[in-house]
Structures are given as structure tokens and as C-alpha cells.
């Protein structure tokens, strides 16, 4: 299943050289980012006052939303109240620190912001395991606010089968001449 993500991120398409940040995002949904079988298209939120109809007019899997947007002139908090808390929403920032935490911590009170990603290792390189780290942290987030679980909940005493499977077992037959 391919999920659609939306970026909400001031510098996703900067003017400044090496700023933008679209590129960085794109690698997320590389087939090579070495999480088989967990494919995401990335929507991009154009400017702040364009959120309201995106979300209108998307079924999101799940946001990932930059910390500071002051490129904008807008604060996280109003960001994070129209989003809901029905979606998982992942945080990145550059740099976590005293110049954010207050919105952090508004953000942590939101039941569905759990997720919180370091830019550095969005836009590391894929060899080094910060882009799959990244997706594996979103693809943890997403069923479980599905209602889904890969983990079994079970209670004391309930009762619970084990199949092991052995590996097949290749062998050569000869055939002799003449057979």
C-alpha cells in the first residue's frame, strides 16, 4: 500500500542556493531507502493559507511538518490545530533547541505527534541509514492510528499457536542414462 504524506515545510522550495529542501524529502520515496514494502508519495503544502483545501482534498496517511516556519510567518501551534489529531504527524527541525521547545512541547500534547525527526538525518545520505530510520519511525506511526497493530495483545492465560515452517529443502536427483 503507497501512502500519501503531506510536507508542511517553509523551505521546501527556497531560492536560496542548496536551501531547498524538496530534493532532501524526494529521497524518502526511493525504493532504495531500504524499507521494502513501504512506499509514500510526498504532497507539498505551497504556502500556509493553501492547508485547509489540501487536507479538503487528500486522504494523508500522515504529515511531517517542519518546527519553525518563520519563512511564513507562522507558528506551529496554529499549524498543528488545523491538522487535528486524527493523522500521525512527525516533527524535523534543523536544530532542537531552546528556540523551539515551546512549540515542541504544545506539540507533544497533541495525541497524534509522537514522531520527532531530526533534518539531518531526512536528508543524510541513504547509504548511512537516517532515511530509513526516518521511514521506519513514520511507517511505525501510521497503523497504529489506524487502528491497526502488528504486535499482538494478549492476556494473561490466552491461549496462542506457534507454526514454524522449516525452509524447503532443495536436493539434486540424478538421472542415470538410459532411465
Known amino acids: 500500500m503507497k501512502h500519501n504524506i503531506l510536507i508542511i515545510d517553509d523551505e521546501w522550495r527556497s531560492d536560496e542556493p ?11 520515496e526511493s525504493r532504495d531507502s531500504g524499507l521494502p514494502g513501504f512506499e509514500i508519495d510526498l504532497d507539498f503544502l505551497p504556502e500556509p493559507q493553501d492547508l485547509e483545501a489540501m487536507l479538503a482534498r487528500s486522504d494523508y496517511s500522515a504529515y511531517i511538518v517542519d518546527v ?11 499549524i498543528l490545530q488545523k491538522l487535528g489529531d486524527k493523522i500521525p504527524i512527525a516533527l524535523v527541525s534543523v536544530g532542537w533547541d531552546r528556540t523551539n521547545i515551546e512549540e515542541v512541547n504544545a506539540a507533544w ?27 521506519m519511525q513514520i511507517s511505525k506511526v ?38
Do not use: M
Open 18 to 28: 542548496g536551501k531547498a529542501r524538496k530534493l532532501e524529502y524526494r529521497k524518502l
Open 68 to 78: 519553525i516556519l518563520d519563512k511564513w510567518g507562522v507558528r506551529l501551534s496554529s
Open 109 to 135: 500534547e497533541k495525541r497524534n505527534c509522537r514522531s520527532f525527526l531530526q533534518w539531518s538525518e531526512v536528508k543524510g545520505d541513504p547509504r548511512q541509514g537516517g532515511i530509513r530510520r526516518t521511514l
Open 142 to 179: 501510521i497503523p497504529e492510528y489506524r487502528g491497526l497493530s502488528a504486535t499482538p495483545s494478549l492476556q494473561e492465560g490466552d491461549p496462542i499457536c506457534i507454526l514454524h515452517l522449516r525452509p524447503p529443502v532443495w536436493r539434486r536427483r540424478s538421472v542415470k542414462a538410459g532411465s
